[in-house]
């Protein structure tokens, strides 16, 4: 009897444990993630080591709660995605060769999957996506627009050439003394700040392909150093400004690239960054100028998860794809052609 397919999806590229079983392409039965931020926060930023050393801990836990309950178990899982990369190699070879080890002697195909893809997909996990589309990825490693004419066929509009705006958060949080992770901490102290107190340049660099954090982070620290005391409404307002400065910046970057394809049917903001409200409501303007829908996925699935993963996966597996078993991990991997 053929089985309707099920994926076990796996997600150790930095400091979330995740795993995910999905009847695809959307029926999630279950994902459930580890965060190891209390692991790192003494660190201010992930430690690898340490990282791949709770993965390797944390999986076989999170695996026996994955089935726990559930009618199915792990007999009928029908197809493994792993994130292959981008990511740290450390942390990656423990999900990789947890999910070599489950598929192998089963003889279940195997794929790695582009963590990259699985954030540009994840929308898809709650309502099937339109194209084409436009889809902003802003995440701790990650920033970059993308059009999209079909799920796989995917083109590189603009990309950071330094900072990631994820790591841009962190950094100015840090140079606040707010809690890691930053985004979370600034998004909380902006709420009682004015985003137009302080004037930030509007990040601009002369290559229209490219986006730039790092004279922002300029801005900010020289902000921070002009001030011999930092107060509570100070902190608010700058924390207020920066990230209004970012939500213009993306929203700028999808203004014009809505402009060079008036073809767009909707437009997407995934990654961890989706989840700061202040951002999404911002953007949520392109829908009154443009009449293009302004998506993003339940703050769930926008920091990292396997569902995305396994959503990704399925890409491969309905075309018949999969990996040899020595797969290995890829510190760096691009999802479309870069170039710039
Ligand atoms: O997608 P993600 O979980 O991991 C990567 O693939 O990098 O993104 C993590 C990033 C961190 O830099 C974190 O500070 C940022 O997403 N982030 C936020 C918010 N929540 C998480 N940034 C701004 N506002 C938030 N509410
Ligand atoms: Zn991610």
Redesign the pocket.
């Known amino acids: 009897m053929k089985r309707d397919p099920l994926i076990l999806a796996i997600e150790t590229?930095?400091?979330?444990t995740a795993l995910a079983l999905l009847y695809p392409p959307r029926t999630l039965l279950r994902h459930l993630v580890f965060s190891q931020l209390e692991l790192h926060r003494p660190y201010g930023g992930v430690v690898p080591e340490l990282a791949s050393r709770a993965h390797l801990e944390r999986l076989p836990l999170l695996f026996s709660e994955l089935f726990a309950g559930l009618e199915i178990t792990p007999e009928d899982v029908t197809h493994v995605a792993v994130t292959r990369g981008p990511?740290l190699v450390n942390t990656l070879l423990v999900g990789i060769g947890f999910a070599q080890g489950f598929a192998y002697p089963k003889g279940l195909p195997l794929l790695g999957v582009n963590?990259l893809l699985g954030?540009l997909l994840s929308p898809d996990l709650i309502s099937p996506m339109v194209f084409p589309s436009l889809v902003f990825l802003?995440?701790?490693?990650?920033t970059a627009l993308y059009y999209l004419r079909r799920s796989d066929s995917i083109q590189l509009i603009k990309a950071t050439v330094d900072d990631?705006?994820?790591?841009a958060?962190?950094k100015v949080?840090k140079l606040l003394g707010l809690p890691?992770?930053?985004?979370?901490?600034?998004?909380k102290e902006a709420r009682g700040g004015d985003g137009e107190a302080i004037l930030l340049p509007l990040p601009k660099p002369e290559n229209p392909r490219a986006l730039s954090l790092s004279g922002l982070k300029t801005a900010v620290r020289r902000e921070i150093q002009s001030h011999s005391a930092l107060s509570p409404a100070f902190i608010a307002d700058l924390c207020a400004s920066f990230?209004r400065t970012?939500g213009r910046m993306i929203f700028s970057a999808l203004t014009s690239a809505i402009e060079t394809h008036p073809e767009t049917k909707a437009v997407y903001f995934v990654?961890?960054?989706?989840?700061?409200?202040?951002?999404r409501g911002m953007l949520k303007e392109l829908e009154r100028e443009y009449g293009i829908p302004v998506v993003s996925p339940p703050?769930e699935f926008?920091?990292?998860n396997a569902a995305m993963i396994a959503r990704a996966g399925w890409e491969g597996f309905h075309k018949g794809q999969s990996d040899p078993w020595d797969l290995q991990p890829l510190s760096r991997w691009e999802v479309a052609p870069s170039g710039i």
């Open positions: 590229s930095c400091d979330e990511g963590h954030h802003a995440t701790g490693g990650h990631a705006i994820g790591e958060f962190d949080a890691y992770p930053g985004g979370p901490s600034v998004e990230q970012i990654g961890g960054v989706a989840r700061n409200e202040a951002i703050p926008c920091t990292d």
